[in-house]
């Protein structure tokens, strides 16, 4: 299982697979994903030290570049726990100005991935 490193010192087991918005949120992470996890609010945006995928989806890319955050955050509702990562989350429902993280995202990448090399 791979191990996620938060910047806190903790770590998850995360299963292989997971997405890792939902990793992170069931391991008891206080996540916002207020789209579900369809690339659009980029409240679940992390940040990482070690272990950035070196993969994205199209998605993820044209939100990050519109947002003013590409290269420097990734959206961990696009990403899939296939190895190790060390990161720092951003966003918390404690403190927010919402009353809910948002709907919990489908254990499946939405929308539809186009799976992209990251170009950095
Ligand atoms: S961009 Fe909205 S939950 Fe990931």
Redesign the pocket.
């Known amino acids: 299982m791979p191990t996620i490193t938060l910047d806190n010192g903790s770590t998850i087991e995360a299963p292989e697979g997971k997405r890792l918005?939902l990793a992170l949120e069931d391991a008891g992470v206080d996540m916002l994903?207020?789209?579900?996890?369809?690339?659009?609010?980029?409240?679940?945006r992390v940040a990482f030290a070690d272990g950035e995928p070196t993969t994205m989806t199209a998605a993820e890319r044209d939100?990050l570049a519109d947002a003013g955050l590409f290269g420097q955050m990734r959206?961990?509702?696009?990403i899939i726990c296939d190895h190790d990562m060390q990161l720092a989350t951003i966003n918390h429902l404690i403190g927010s100005p919402y009353d809910s993280a948002?709907n919990r995202?489908h254990n499946e990448v939405t929308p539809q991935p186009h799976w992209i090399k990251r170009p950095y």
């Open positions: 918005v994903h207020r789209c579900g996890g369809f690339a659009i609010c980029t409240t679940c939100r959206l961990s509702c696009q948002g995202p």
